[in-house]
Every structure is written in structure tokens, then in C-alpha cells.
């Protein structure tokens, strides 16, 4: 009976929600503290009941219960229990509850987190959570329960899809979800803001590191989904422009923008309708991800093969949320005025332009992405919008983002004067010209130019570092004097950094890289870029659910060599044949092997790549992702730090209005 147990604890959570809703508005309508002081009980409630049945359901796949449908669809006897764990998202009903879980977690952390918010504004932002929770728990217990028995029970699974048996989907689900689910909270924050007719330095204070803690997840989610899809699919790509991919991909470029605007909230009370604007787009985005991986209206490896008719449910909810949201902002919008004015040369214009600019990109991708659907559901035909499309309109709008990104920090806030800036940036932007000239005279103007903006914000950024730590000595003081920057300043700089070493690694992988398709048979050899690569043998295994055919490929340059032992696997449970790359990673390149198909005279179709600079691809992803956590982590936004600026804040009104002459 335990998985009727899960089952019930999923029902009960749902009428919690329901109640985090409810009684939480009436008793903001009705002024009812005692029913506003259950913000924190109820969704401590929900998130315990919802995290019970998610343990049931990982309990039903390491059990391999199979009298239950979702538990036989994606699981096996011979499959691994790592992999039985993570079978539990692998499907669609079984990932859905991992994301109300995830809401839920986030909820519970605002409750809990949150020690700063007035009573009242808390209880707005749980009971919109709440509302969403409500929402996609009806969804699961109606259309897509994870929980349904099935009659007659079999006694072997289907097996988990052998695409999902590999670590780093583990690991990728869970990350994106965090990201995708994490804007809720800005989304929350920002409805709540629209009630009340305030959003204030301290409102952006406090919903700063919850953006930036989502932004991390879903930076870090879309990173292990790019790098398992290098090394797992055995093409050697690491973005396709798959409209799976651009649903991620998405809220991620508003989320970014929202990250800056909220810095010119905070520092100057500022772009405060751009900002509740861009946390309303950035959730409603991860929404409509959902819709488009889960409503069957793609054929993509990343989605779920689900029936249609369930995203009708997530558009009609898409619909209601977003579309409430918008027209909550248009009623309140006016009554939130910023009134800080900045100068065209300033800080706030160097971020509205990175804001609009990174805006106009999401509306190029989503238009790319879109487009090919609405012209199928009218029946005009169907058309393919493909890498071309996106690296014809990404490109050219997010070249001048990058050459902000290194001159901002340089521009003084309200009003800058562009003969008071560094001269460092000059020598910067010599040497950055210089070299995007030298390397597009020697291999390709795309290669010099990504990575002559790299060197540009690799320069600038490191000018930053030199300028906060040390301060020259005054007239007064004859020597100059150290200083200890805060995180939330190495932050932004690791972020930057982690960019510009982002650029130059996808330059010189688009521009350089090399690839060669052969038909060998062991003992034969071919050369490539310098490389020989060597079939020595091939050799039959065993697996725990698979058997493959693995080949021994030694390759040499020069004095150094190499074994690489790409396999060919089938899936038994499944008979579906899966392609198993080697790869030998390096700073400097990436030697990429993928094995093919075997032929009737006992040779094998043969994919070898070299790329140069793969790695800085990904150190670059890690690196923004770490910016993002250090920011997160400023001390600043910490609770009791909060609590004590409102405190000052308070009393230096106070102060302000007493000794203010009367009109």
C-alpha cells in the first residue's frame, strides 16, 4: 500500500496548496493576522507531503514495482540503481512531480528565508506560489499520475531510454528545474510588489539573491544538457538550436536582464517597471518551456513523448498565469514610477541598452522557435528553422552586448564623462583590435572577432580587479592602500571572465574545428589535422543491460599518443542501438571519436573530430555559473544584514521628517 500512500500524500498536498492560496488571501482581505501567521505552517506542510511522495515513487523504481505503469514504462530489473533513481524524472509524470517539489522546496525557503518581509507581503508571495503549486499538483493527480497501477501488472520493465542512462542526466534535470522553478519566486515577489504599489531598494534587495540563485541553476542545468549532448549523442555539437534547448535557453537571457535591472533598483531605485516586467517574462517563459516539451507538440531528444492533449492543460494555465500577471502589471504599472533620472552617458544606459538588446535577442529565438508551429497549426505547411536562422539574428545583437559588458563597470552612475575614463580601457581596446586584426588575417574574421571581444572583456575586467583592490596613494597619503572586494564583486567579475572565455572557445571551435566521416576495418589507419588515428582491434562486452562493440583507436601526433575506446552499445531491453564517443580533452583541443554502424565486410563507419578549444566552452559555463553563486552569496542579502539596513533606512526617514521645516 505504500504507493497508495504516495498517492494520498500528492492528494493532501494539493488541498494544502490550495489552502497557502486561500487562506492566506482572505486573510490579507479580511485582516487576519492569526490566518496570515499560517504562511510559514502551510507551505512547510506542503513541500514535507509533497517530498514523502516523491521518496514512494524512488521507492516503487529500486523496488521495481512494476504493478505500477510509470515504474514498468521507464525501469528494468538489470538497470542500475543510480539510473532507477533518476528514472523517477526520467519520464513525464515522474519529472512533473519532481518540479512541484521543487516549487514547493522553493516556497518553503522563502517562508523560512525570509525573515526581513513584513508579515503581510510574505503571505502574497507564498499564496501566488501556492496558487502555481495548485495548479501544476491538478495537472499531475488529473492527467499524468505517476502513481496509476497497472492491470495486469507485468513482471519486466520497458527499461529507462538509453539516452537518459548516462550520469550527467542525473544531475541535468534536477539543475534546470531548480532555474526554470526558481523564477517563481521573482515572479511571486514581483505580483505581490504590483498589490502593494511599492517596489523599493529593499524589495530588490530581497529578491536579488533569489534571481541570482535561480539563474545559477538554470545556468548550470543548461551546461550539463549541452555537454551531455556533446559527448552522449556522438555527433560532437553542443547546441543545435533545438527548440528544446531554446525553451531553456530563453528565460535564461531574460533572467539575465532582470539580474542588471534589479542592480539599478537596488543601488539607485531605478528601471523599478522594467524590473517587475522582465521577473513576469522570465517565469512565464519557463511556462511556456513547459508547454513546449511536454505538450507533444515537438520531436526533439529532449522531450517528453506525451500525449497532446495534456498541453492543451499547460497552455490554458500558461495562459491564466501569464496572461494574469500582464494584465495585473498593466493596472499597476503607472502607480510605480521611477523617479531617479541618469544622464544618455551613464551607467543606467549602458544597462537599459544590454536589457533591450538581450530582449530584442529572446524575441529573434522564440520567434525562430514559434514560428514553424504556428504555420503547422494553421496547416500552411511545415517548415524547418534551423541553425542558419539563429546565427544570422543571434550574432550581430549580442556582439554589442558583449562590448558593454566590458565598459560599463567603468561608467559612473547618473552621469559619466566619457574623458574621465580609464585610460587602461584605451590600452585594452588597442590590444583587442589588434588582435582580433592578426587572427582574422590568419584563419577566419568570425574566430578574430569573438575572440578579439573576448580579449576586450578579459582586459577590462581584469582592469576592474586591479582598480578595486588597490587605490593609489592620495596627496596626502604617500602610499597607496589595499582592499578586500566584496563577492558580490568577484561575482560579477568570474561571471564577465567566464563569458569572454565562453566567446573565444565557441570562435574557435565554429571557426577551426575539423571532422572527417571514413569506412575502416581494424588495423587500418588514417590522418587528419596532423592526428593519426590507428584501428588497432575491436572486442565484444557485456554490460549490465547492453552489449557493445568497442574499438581501440590509438592517436598519435608527434611524440605524444593516446588510446581512445569509442563504443557501438545495443540496449537489450529495447533493441535500440546508442553510440558511445572517447574523447581526449585538452586545453588547447579535443580529439573526438564516435563509432558507427558495422558493415557487411566487417569495416565500421568511423567519425573522427578534432576541436580546438572545447574546454574553454565549458570552463567558461562553470566559470558564469560560479560568478553567479558568489554573487548570490553577498553578504549584503544575507537576513540579518536586511533587517539591519531597514532599520537604518527606517530611523534615517524618521530623523528626516522631524527635522524637515514645515511647508
Excluded at 533572467?255 to 543601488?267: D, N, Q, R
Excluded at 585594452?428 to 583590435?433: D, I, P, Q, S
Excluded at 563507419?605 to 578534432?610: A, D
Excluded at 565549458?618 to 560560479?626: H, R, T
Aim: with cysteine; charged share 15%.
Amino acid at each position: 500500500m505504500i504507493i497508495e500512500l504516495g498517492h494520498f500524500a500528492l492528494i493532501l498536498a494539493l488541498v494544502f496548496s490550495a489552502l497557502q492560496t486561500i487562506v492566506l488571501s482572505l486573510g490579507i482581505v479580511k485582516q487576519q493576522p492569526a490566518w496570515i501567521a499560517l504562511a510559514r505552517p502551510l507551505a512547510s506542510s506542503q513541500f514535507l507531503l509533497i517530498l514523502f511522495s516523491f521518496a514512494v515513487l524512488i521507492a516503487g523504481f529500486v523496488d521495481g514495482d512494476f504493478s505500477v505503469a510509470y515504474v514498468a514504462t521507464h525501469s528494468n530489473t538489470r538497470l542500475p540503481v543510480f539510473y532507477k533513481i533518476a528514472a523517477s524524472w526520467g519520464g513525464h509524470e515522474g519529472s512533473l512531480l519532481l518540479w512541484v517539489l521543487i516549487l514547493a522546496g522553493w516556497g518553503v525557503a522563502v517562508a523560512l528565508r525570509s525573515r526581513a518581509l513584513t508579515a503581510i507581503f510574505l503571505a502574497r508571495v507564498l499564496a501566488f506560489m501556492g496558487a502555481i503549486s495548485t495548479g501544476f499538483i491538478s495537472f499531475i493527480l488529473f492527467t499524468s499520475n505517476p502513481f496509476t497501477r497497472a492491470f495486469p501488472a507485468v513482471t519486466e520493465g520497458r527499461d529507462l531510454n538509453p539516452l537518459l542512462q548516462d550520469p550527467g542526466m542525473i544531475f541535468h534535470p534536477p539543475l534546470l528545474y531548480m532555474g526554470y522553478v526558481g523564477f517563481s519566486v521573482a515572479f511571486a515577489f514581483a505580483l505581490a510588489a504590483l498589490i502593494e504599489g511599492k517596489v523599493e531598494r529593499d524589495w530588490a534587495r530581497q529578491v536579488r539573491p533569489w534571481t541570482l540563485a535561480a539563474w545559477t541553476f538554470l545556468t548550470l542545468g543548461i551546461f550539463l544538457g549541452s555537454f551531455w549532448a556533446y559527448y552522449e549523442l556522438g555527433w560532437g555539437g553542443w547546441w543545435f538550436w533545438d527548440a528544446v534547448e531554446n525553451a531553456s535557453f530563453l528565460p535564461w537571457l531574460v533572467g539575465t536582464a532582470l539580474l542588471h535591472t534589479l542592480i539599478v533598483s537596488e543601488k539607485r531605485d531605478g528601471f523599478k517597471s522594467w524590473t517587475i516586467l522582465l521577473a513576469i517574462l522570465a517565469f512565464s517563459l519557463s511556462l511556456l518551456g513547459t508547454f513546449l516539451v511536454r505538450s507533444g507538440v515537438l520531436t526533439s531528444v529532449h522531450a517528453f513523448a506525451s500525449d497532446p492533449k495534456r498541453g492543451v492543460f499547460i497552455l490554458i494555465f500558461l495562459a491564466l498565469v501569464s496572461g494574469g500577471a500582464l494584465a495585473l502589471y498593466a493596472w499597476r504599472a503607472p502607480h510605480i514610477r521611477s523617479t531617479a533620472g541618469f544622464a544618455p552617458v551613464s551607467k543606467e544606459t549602458a544597462l537599459l541598452l544590454n536589457n533591450v538588446l538581450l530582449l530584442v535577442v529572446a524575441a529573434t529565438v522564440l520567434l525562430g522557435t514559434l514560428y514553424p508551429l504556428f504555420l503547422d497549426a494553421l496547416q500552411l505547411g511545415k517548415i524547418s528553422v534551423g541553425p542558419p536562422y539563429f546565427e544570422a539574428t543571434f550574432v550581430p545583437l549580442i556582439l554589442p552586448v558583449l562590448f558593454l559588458m566590458a565598459l560599463a563597470p567603468y561608467l559612473a552612475w547618473k552621469q559619466a564623462k566619457l574623458k574621465n575614463l580609464d585610460s587602461f580601457l584605451l590600452i585594452a581596446l588597442t590590444l583587442a583590435v589588434s588582435a582580433a586584426a592578426l587572427l582574422s588575417y590568419r584563419y577566419s574574421f568570425m574566430f578574430g572577432l569573438g575572440t578579439g571581444l573576448g580579449v576586450w572583456i578579459l582586459l577590462a575586467t581584469a582592469g576592474q580587479v586591479g582598480k578595486r583592490i588597490y587605490r593609489p596613494a592620495s596627496d596626502t597619503n604617500g602610499w597607496g592602500s589595499w582592499h578586500a572586494p566584496s563577492l558580490g564583486f568577484w561575482g560579477m567579475v568570474i561571471a564577465h571572465a567566464g563569458v569572454a572565455i565562453f566567446t573565444i572557445g565557441v570562435s574557435a571551435v565554429k571557426s577551426l574545428e575539423t571532422s572527417e566521416d571514413y569506412h575502416l576495418r581494424p588495423g587500418a589507419h588514417v590522418q587528419l589535422a596532423g592526428y593519426e588515428v590507428f584501428f588497432k582491434s575491436l572486442e565484444k562486452i557485456d554490460g549490465p543491460n547492453y552489449v557493445a562493440a568497442r574499438g581501440y583507436f590509438v592517436v598519435s601526433k608527434a611524440d605524444a599518443t593516446v588510446q581512445l575506446e569509442p563504443e557501438r552499445r545495443i540496449y537489450t531491453a529495447q533493441n535500440m542501438p546508442m553510440t558511445e564517443a572517447a574523447i581526449d580533452r585538452g586545453w588547447l583541443r579535443d580529439v573526438y571519436i564516435s563509432l558507427g554502424e558495422a558493415s557487411k565486410d566487417q569495416g565500421w563507419m568511423l567519425r573522427v573530430q578534432i576541436k580546438p578549444f572545447m574546454s574553454w566552452i565549458w570552463a567558461g559555463c562553470l566559470a558564469i555559473a560560479l560568478g553567479g553563486l558568489l554573487a548570490a552569496l553577498e553578504r549584503r542579502y544575507k537576513p540579518a544584514t536586511v533587517i539591519a539596513a531597514q532599520q537604518v533606512h527606517a530611523a534615517t526617514s524618521a530623523e528626516n521628517f522631524q527635522n524637515a521645516e514645515p511647508a
